[in-house]
């Protein structure tokens, strides 16, 4: 049977792939996708969720979420996504709408399933504060690092802008699983793994122009020589749990850190006597994963 998923998002280019990822996919019955303030502003972040579902015929509710973190000021990621949050592709006026009621009230209205969020976790604390864990059956999440940050030297970006929010989940008892940079890193989308997607008629060419501005803000900002695709890892968690190794491990957040704000403290070596709250990834099979992302695109086409 397939997986039941509320996808918590911030579109955003890896989230746009993670978006068709988990609707392409036969493992996952795709509920709805949810929208958070976090790569771009919320009316950004919701439009572009609605460009995507539009230009991949995707069927499913889209709710807006929260306009800005818990109790800091909102934090985009301008020099990585552009100033429409999707830059590279050219989009037409969408022709999916937004449903009316608060992202919050979507997610518990598709319970009992999944929560897969790929942006900052304000949605999913405020659901936890509101509803609480039950009908949750595991938040699998991209956020955190076992190693180093991307936003800040210990931060990474979406734990960085909401760390009171992603420290409710973690202590919330829900099962998490981290996707965490240390195995995001490894899904670089080189020159091959774009050719292959924009062999897929237009929504692989629009897949190609979102990697190509991707690539070039990648290269700019981090000299990176691909550019890693997050968030659609920890779909893939949720596809087939073999692609993503993970140990379980306790995962503190740091929320008054002066200099590691919004650091995920995972201490694989029991170090702090504290009991596992999370599962943690460490390893990735970068081939498989990459023929589910191909496999799962062409099924939209
Ligand atoms: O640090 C990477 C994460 O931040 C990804 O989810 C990306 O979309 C941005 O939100
Ligand atoms: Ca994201």
Redesign the pocket.
């Known amino acids: 049977m397939p997986t039941p998923v509320v996808l918590d ?7 746009a792939i993670a978006i068709l990822l988990a609707a392409g996919a036969p493992e996952i019955d795709l509920r709805a996708i949810t929208t958070v303030a ?2 771009q502003t919320l009316d950004k972040v919701t439009l572009n969720a609605q460009r995507i579902c539009s230009a991949a015929g995707i069927d499913v509710p889209i709710a807006r979420g929260c306009a800005r973190p818990l109790v800091r000021p909102l934090y985009v ?1 301008e020099d ?2 552009g100033e429409s949050g999707m830059d590279g592709p050219s989009f037409g006026p969408p022709s999916v709408a937004v449903v009316e009621e608060h992202a919050i009230d979507l997610m518990h209205r598709h319970m009992p399933a999944t929560l897969v969020a ?3 976790l304000t949605n999913v604390a405020l659901y936890l504060q509101r509803y609480g864990s039950a009908g949750v059956r595991e938040i699998v999440l ?2 955190g690092s076992t190693e180093r940050g ?2 800040t030297p210990y931060a ?3 734990i960085y ?1 909401d760390p009171e929010a992603a420290a409710v989940v973690f202590e919330s008892g829900v099962p998490v699983t981290m996707i965490g ?1 240390n195995v ?1 890193h490894q899904a670089l989308v080189t020159p091959s793994v774009v050719a292959r997607l924009e062999a897929l008629g237009p929504l692989g060419q629009m897949c190609e122009e979102l990697m190509t501005f991707f690539a070039a803000t990648y290269r700019e900002v981090f000299g990176f020589e691909a550019p ?1 695709l ?2 659609p890892v920890a779909v893939a968690r949720v596809i087939d749990p073999s692609l993503v190794t993970c140990v379980e491990a306790f995962v503190g957040i740091e929320t008054a850190g002066i200099f590691t704000r919004g650091a995920t403290v995972v201490d694989l070596h029991g170090r702090l006597n504290q009991p596992p709250n999370a599962r943690v990834a460490v390893g990735l099979d970068v081939d498989r994963f990459f023929d589910r992302v191909v496999d799962a695109v062409s099924r939209l086409t």
Do not use: K, Q, Y
């Open positions: 998002c911030d579109p955003g280019h890896d989230d976090a790569n990621a990585v996504h790929t942006g900052a991209m956020g991307n936003t990474e970006f979406n802008v940079l995001t890693p997050h968030d």
